[in-house]
């Protein structure tokens, strides 16, 4: 009875969740629920004036219109930046004193109204996300960054229209989210006003605006809108269209819901810190990944897949947008996963199944087994927090875990369900459990089970095998799974076992669920030469290797079955099992002059480079280094696809170390001529000139003198950046460190990466070595002012390479120093070092 009138008294007095609101940093939980069942009807007007010079700040000029169920509490409208950002503030017709609090522009109940209500404000636009440069700027938002230009409430499930007015320098052109309505010029300056967006989140509003190029097309009813820097684009705007149509009218058939914004337009990004973002009418691309000079065909089915999953996101993330960002993987794994159905169709079965094995698994493999490893859907209390939740796992494991689900439900089923999803949830926001809820309709199987594994916990499976024969015929093949780590569980999955004779295969698909099984198919079948485990490549986790394969594995027919067998010798070993990484080094380098398949080549070639500068020690790795360098060499003049000649190329280019290999390729830069066979562009002879400074000191004017051939002015001012990362002299080196620290310079993040690289190459570890533990230092800062997969790339570039026990014992340091360091931060940092740790174990 007590309880019942506490209860009463509850309801009558109003007191719920939501009525002590916190003035915190950042976007709490708990201030999304509040707003989001409080707050409706939202439209910023927003108005940018943008100076000619780019130290000037930017005015900003806003006008929010909102209804609110109740005053009763203050308004936090979300605004990261200082209180002298605010000029004046006006709300409702009465101005008042702006009152900003932790990141908060907070406004009295007292000005506010129940229902609709008007806020101005003149503002100074905080600049870091609008990523300003000399001749151009672009605003990237993701995914709590709004909040650091204007003020507004930042987070997804509050959509909103946006009216932009952008003015800009004379000659600029503009793309926003919304279509243009006019232009008008008076000489210095270019006035753009956009009509109303579709209903957006915060962080899909975007615009860009500076000096580009300007292409337009009709693609099908769309008129689409292309700006680009690009100096000679060649061929590749016409296929960049090109790509966009096919995506568009693949997703409008499968998905049953015609393309649903009002324009199609993208951008390519100098230097973009992305593959691409996908803004509804104006997608945000790396330049470098569109405009493609004598491309290999992996570099043609990235760009495929790259403007393919931007697309996708159209549907998934931009229409049905998730509710928190604690499921921000759901629109990566849709996008990704749609992408890879495009290139499919485009491409056909065989070449779609090999590059899904290759791009995705790897790189999921390369977190899921480390200790920092996270699961697919994580947890989330702050959007401040949400940048450090992407990742592989997300971009990757998560692909292969809907792609499982496809297999598990039928693939009409599947996409019986994801229809409907749309459908409902079109123009608004949803859950991962509001997925579940509607494709388990279309599924036997238990969903919820099956999703406990795959998405709610982290980790991988080890499968192993026993075998008995009864004279030349098996009697039993038996299979296990257990948890790499962890507790016991079973990941419920497809794929294939295939039996290899002298002159045949025999396939026995494997449908497990249980800890373990017996193949029945298998029994009374004449003994094989060996086994190959996950030969179609479906199944995730680490899968027995039959030591009897050996160099027979090169020949093996299928390109699919041959890249599942390579990735998965490479993860046995890392785990120590079945050989040690120079004799896969061995076996591996055998295999260059047998594999003709390109995308399988690099496959090769990039864990030969993996295990020769990182699992091999440095003595040994000089005694290897000429029959490696010959082995490349050779195998690239057998060769008689330019592409595979290309991939060969790129890998002694990585490797080579001795004075006659650097005289070769020296000659080769200088006289621009290569090997024959092989076509390389400019952007090639970039990469070799920096390669030729790394490896000799003496080459270091090759970078002055690669920038003196180029003509654009964007490559060469990274060239400009790069450069003292790469001198012959510690001292500069050190002082280009040492101005990391500066958020300045690190605002163009693609060359921060690029430039770590080369200063924690093994051959300059012996000088970089002291910039490991201020690196580890800076993490926390990069992640609060650094875009989402800065924090990761920084980590992987300081410590991808490193091997050594003194490198180890500084990761092991800095974490005991912070035993209360940031959990996510923490467990990139283990990711980052995963091998550095393994190395430890496998070189000792």
């Known amino acids: 009875m007590q309880t019942l009138r506490n209860i009463i008294l509850l309801l009558v007095i109003g007191v719920p969740a939501f009525s002590r609101q916190k003035i915190t940093p950042g976007v709490s939980s708990e201030l999304s629920k509040y707003r989001r069942a409080e707050i409706s009807g939202i439209r910023y007007q927003l108005a940018f004036q943008v100076p000619a010079t780019k130290t000037e700040s930017i005015a900003g000029m806003e006008t929010i219109s909102c209804s609110l169920k109740t005053n009763a509490q203050p308004l936090q409208i979300d605004f990261k930046q200082p209180a002298d950002h605010l000029q004046a503030l006006s709300v409702n017709g009465k101005t008042i004193t702006p009152k900003l609090e932790n990141e908060h522009l907070v406004i009295a109940p007292a000005q506010l109204h129940k229902g609709n209500n008007t806020i101005n404000i003149q503002f100074t636009a905080g600049d870091a996300s609008l990523n300003r440069n000399a001749e151009y700027l672009y605003a990237l938002f993701v995914p709590d960054r709004a909040r650091t230009v204007f003020p507004c409430f930042d987070q997804p499930d509050l959509k909103a229209h946006f009216v932009l007015t952008l003015r800009v320098p004379a000659g600029w052109k503009a793309l926003a989210n919304g279509k243009l309505k006019d232009s008008t010029s008076n000489g210095s300056q270019t006035i753009y006003n956009f009509t109303d967006s579709d209903l957006l989140p915060t962080y899909l509003f975007s615009f860009t605006t500076g000096k580009y190029n300007q292409a337009q097309k009709q693609l099908g009813t769309y008129n689409a809108e292309f700006l680009y820097r690009e100096t000679d684009p060649g061929a590749n705007v016409d296929s960049i269209f090109q790509a966009h149509d096919n995506a568009l009218r693949f997703l409008e058939s499968w998905t049953g ?71 921000v993987w759901m629109k990566e794994v849709f996008a990704n996963f749609m992408a890879d159905k495009v290139v499919e169709q485009l491409m056909g079965s065989e070449t779609f199944n090999l590059q899904f094995l290759t791009d995705h698994y790897p790189a999921a493999y390369g977190v899921d087994r480390t200790p920092g490893a996270n699961p697919i859907r994580q947890q989330l209390d702050n959007l401040q ?48 459990n509001d997925l579940v809820q509607i494709l388990a309709k279309y599924s036997k199987y238990d969903l919820l089970t099956w999703n406990k594994v795959w998405v709610n916990q982290p980790g991988r499976p080890v499968f192993d095998y026993t075998i008995s024969y009864n004279g030349n015929k098996i009697d039993k093949l038996n299979l296990t799974q257990r948890p790499e780590t962890g507790a016991a569980r079973i990941w419920p ?352």
Do not use: C
């Open 257 to 327: 819901i015609r393309y649903p914004f009002q324009k199609v337009g993208f951008a390519a990004i100098p230097d973009f810190q992305f593959g691409g973002m996908e803004h509804p009418g104006e997608v945000q691309y790396k330049a470098m990944s569109l405009f493609l000079k004598e491309p290999t065909k992996d570099q043609l089915i990235g760009r495929i897949g790259l403007i393919s999953h931007e697309t996708a996101h159209m549907w998934f993330g931009d229409l049905v947008t998730m509710q928190w960002f604690n499921d």
């Open 385 to 432: 927090d949400a940048g450090s939740m992407y990742g592989n796992i997300i971009y990757h494991k998560a692909p292969i875990m809907m792609r499982q689900m496809e297999l598990l439900m039928g693939k009409d089923n599947f996409q019986k369900g994801i229809q409907e999803y749309l459908h409902k949830y079109a123009y608004n926001n949803a859950t991962w």
């Open 493 to 844: 999955q497809a794929f294939a076992v295939t039996l290899v004779y002298a002159d045949s295969i025999h396939t026995i698909p494997v449908n497990m669920n249980t800890a373990g099984m017996q193949l029945k198919a298998a029994s009374g079948l004449t003994k094989p030469l060996f086994i190959l485990f996950n030969s179609d490549g479906i199944g995730y986790g680490l899968f027995p290797a039959d030591k009897a394969m050996q160099e027979q594995l090169f020949t093996q027919q299928s390109a699919v079955s041959r890249a599942a067998a390579y990735v998965n010798i490479y993860e046995n070993v890392l785990s120590g099992r079945y050989m040690t990484p120079a004799e896969l080094l061995a076996l591996l380098t055998k295999g260059l002059a047998i594999e003709k398949e390109e995308t399988n080549l690099r496959l090769l070639t990039n864990y030969i480079a993996s295990l020769y500068w990182t699992f091999t020690r440095a003595a040994d790795r000089i005694a290897f280094s000429t029959q490696l360098e010959t082995a490349l060499w050779n195998a690239m003049e057998a060769q008689t696809q330019p592409n595979n000649k290309k991939v060969l190329f790129r890998a002694y280019q990585n490797v080579y170390v001795s004075e006659v290999a650097g005289k070769r390729m020296y000659e080769i830069w200088q006289l621009q001529q290569p090997p024959a066979g092989i076509k390389l562009a400019e952007e090639d002879y970039t990469s070799l000139a920096l390669t030729l400074a790394l490896k000799n000191d003496t080459a270091a004017t090759v970078i002055t003198q690669q920038r003196n051939r180029m003509s654009d002015a964007d490559k060469k001012a990274r060239l400009d950046f790069l450069m003292p990362a790469l001198s012959a002299n510690v001292a500069v080196r050190d002082s280009f460190f040492n101005s990391l620290t500066d958020r300045k310079n690190r605002a163009k993040e693609a060359w921060v990466v690029i430039a770590l690289g080369y200063l924690h190459h093994p051959l300059r570890q012996s000088t970089s070595y002291k910039y490991l533990p201020q690196s580890l230092e800076l993490v926390e800062e990069i992640q609060r002012t650094g875009d989402i997969f800065f924090p990761a790339s920084w980590l992987s570039a300081t410590f991808g390479s490193y091997q050594t026990k003194a490198a180890w014992q500084v990761v092991q340091q800095f974490l005991l120093k912070h035993p209360g360091y940031n959990p996510k931060l923490k467990a990139k940092i283990q990711q980052a070092t995963d091998n550095l740790n393994r190395a430890q174990k496998l070189l000792n």
